[in-house]
């Protein structure tokens, strides 16, 4: 059973960066064919997809935050991590972690981040 936990803290204050760490059980991040991804729910809106890290360490952001985006990994941990810098309240959310294949086929249960000075 693959299993991901997201980590970090639940509030930053604006300008600063956003750091969350997803921990994957049950499975490889170097897995061949799987992509590892980050998402995102604010408040009363929809998921908005934000970046991914493949298998091989190949990294692709979603246009609208690529500027203030980055995603890491640590084999060692089996771990990938979230960087959003230049927060501001627009970006409190539900932050998720997922696995992609065709699809979205297991998730995190969702950590909560706040902006707030």
């Known amino acids: 059973q693959v299993q991901l936990q997201e980590s970090g803290p639940g509030l930053v204050k604006p300008s600063q960066t956003l750091s969350l760490t997803c921990t994957v059980f049950g499975d490889s991040i170097t897995t061949y064919g799987y992509f590892w991804s980050w998402i995102r729910q604010p408040p009363g809106t929809g998921y908005e997809w934000i970046g991914e890290?493949?298998?091989?360490?190949?990294?692709i952001y979603s246009p609208s935050l690529k500027s203030r985006t980055s995603i890491s990994r640590d084999t060692s941990k089996n771990q990938f991590t979230l960087h959003l810098s230049s927060v501001t309240p627009e970006d409190t959310a539900l932050y998720y972690c997922?696995?992609?294949?065709?699809?979205?086929?297991?998730w995190g249960q969702g950590a909560q981040v706040t902006v707030s000075s």
């Open positions: 890290i493949s298998y091989g360490g190949t990294t």
């Open positions: 997922a696995r992609a294949d065709s699809g979205f086929d297991y």
